[in-house]
């Protein structure tokens, strides 16, 4: 009995059994690492990637809804914690009641909060329409000004809100570093940074001047389309040859295809009056139709009122 108690103690231990699911290996299998990249080869594929993302989105713009450089102004202080078609269906109204930067200096605070509310943060963002718009109508002559260092000087408006309006209302280029472009700038190897201006600074080496502008839509299109934050869809991804943060998201192709959002999903964009050459018209279609519903609402309850 002694024996056999010293026997099976001496018995090496067997290797734990590994169980894994139908089909999925045991052991994630190790990503092949990448070899050490120049900051001239980095330039290259950037500039690559630039290239190929103007092919995959030629209609690539703002998708906020304006008509001048103040709604422009206006609406992309409200986009902040909020998307952009949340704003484009809230700003009708409200330039419907305050037109012009004097009608907003005089605005009542409540009331402006009331119809900005959908947007989050409204009572923050009433503060800064107010008091950007008195900044208009005193220093400015009712004017956006042209220049970046004018602009940061308004409430609310950072060097990521100027941009947008210099490249979008002045042509003035300019990098918009939202956080779908910092998240894809760091995935794309452009650079380690997480502080915007830093992010700007490092991508404005990269890239010529006159391709600022449209590089950031271009990107911001990406991120919102295909190379999402939590969810990116890695498997059905144009340029995934090109970027080395290709696996952190989905790689099988039916299910990467399934992530796509906006027109690559078959749906509308965020504009609710978007240009005559970018694919999402059916969300102008949509919010027409709603309006045509709300007119026959109107029209029936007329009818009602008369008989």
């Not at 900051?39 to 690539?60: D, G, S, T, W």
Request: proline residues 9%; charged residues 25%; positive net charge.
């Amino acid at each position: 009995m002694a024996e056999s108690k010293v026997r099976k103690a001496a018995a090496p231990k067997a290797e734990p059994v590994v169980k894994k699911a139908a089909g999925k290996p045991a052991v994630k299998p190790a990503v092949k690492p990448r070899k050490p990249e120049s900051h001239l080869a980095m330039v290259r594929r950037a500039r690559k990637i630039n290239r190929e993302l103007a092919e995959l989105y030629p209609y690539a713009h703002p998708e906020l809804d304006f008509e001048n450089p103040f709604q422009l102004l206006v609406a992309t202080v409200l986009s902040a914690q909020t998307t952009d078609l949340r704003v484009n269906q809230t700003t009708p109204a409200l330039f419907a009641t305050y037109p012009t930067p004097e009608d907003m200096a005089a605005a009542n605070p409540e009331e402006l909060e009331e119809i900005i509310r959908p947007t989050g943060f409204f009572r923050n963002k009433a503060k800064s329409l107010i008091g950007l718009s008195i900044a208009l109508r005193d220093e400015f002559g009712g004017e956006v000004p042209g220049r970046l260092a004018d602009l940061v000087t308004l409430p609310g408006v950072g060097r990521k809100t100027a941009n947008v309006v210099l490249g979008n209302a002045f042509g003035v280029p300019g990098i918009t570093v939202d956080t779908h472009f910092g998240r894809l700038a760091r995935r794309f190897g452009w650079t380690a940074e997480e502080d915007p201006v830093k992010v700007e600074a490092a991508v404005a080496e990269i890239f010529p001047k006159s391709e600022w502008t449209m590089l950031s839509h271009r990107v911001v299109f990406h991120g919102r389309r295909i190379c999402h934050s939590q969810k990116p869809a890695c498997g059905a991804c144009p340029i995934a040859p090109l970027c080395p943060a290709y696996g952190e998201g989905v790689t099988d192709p039916e299910k990467a295809r399934k992530l796509l959002k906006y027109e690559m999903g078959g749906q509308p964009g965020q504009r609710l009056r978007p240009p005559a050459d970018f694919p999402g018209e059916a969300a102008a279609r949509a919010d027409a139709v709603a309006h045509q519903g709300q007119v026959a609402d109107a029209a029936v309850a007329d009818a009602a009122v008369a008989e």
